[in-house]
């Protein structure tokens, strides 16, 4: 947010942060579940509608690969902010998605608000 006055031309890659939950198939017995971020960059995905975004959510989810046997349990989507910044208005449109439930789309200007 801070950055976004120094940006030229279009701006910076569609950033995608995720976080996936390990549930365990022994929940009980170990420590319950664990949650971990991750952030991969985007490019050409459709940002006119919040449903789009979903969409890329929804077919992550689906993608996902199933965790060895020897883990002992599966990473599931839990949650994901998606970044996209808009060169004409000069800030950041932001989409907020919680598997399963709500999706939040709001917008950040370089001042935060």
């Known amino acids: 947010t801070e950055a976004q006055g120094t940006f030229r031309g279009l701006g910076p890659v569609d950033l995608c942060h995720v976080t996936k939950a390990f549930e365990p198939a022994l929940g009980a017995l170990l420590k319950g579940e664990q949650r971990r971020g991750f952030y991969h960059h985007v490019v050409g995905l459709d940002c006119s509608s919040a449903a789009a975004i ?5 077919e992550l989810s689906q ?9 002992g349990g599966d ?3 839990a ?6 910044y808009d060169a004409f ?3 950041d449109l932001r989409v907020d998605v919680r598997i399963p439930g709500s999706v939040t789309a709001y917008v950040v200007d370089r001042h935060g608000s």
């Open 54 to 58: 979903c969409a890329y959510f929804g």
């Open 75 to 77: 990473w599931t989507i």
């Open 89 to 91: 208005s000069r800030a």
């Open 79 to 84: 949650n994901g902010c998606y970044c996209a």
């Open 63 to 71: 993608r996902q690969e199933p965790a060895g046997w020897l883990s």
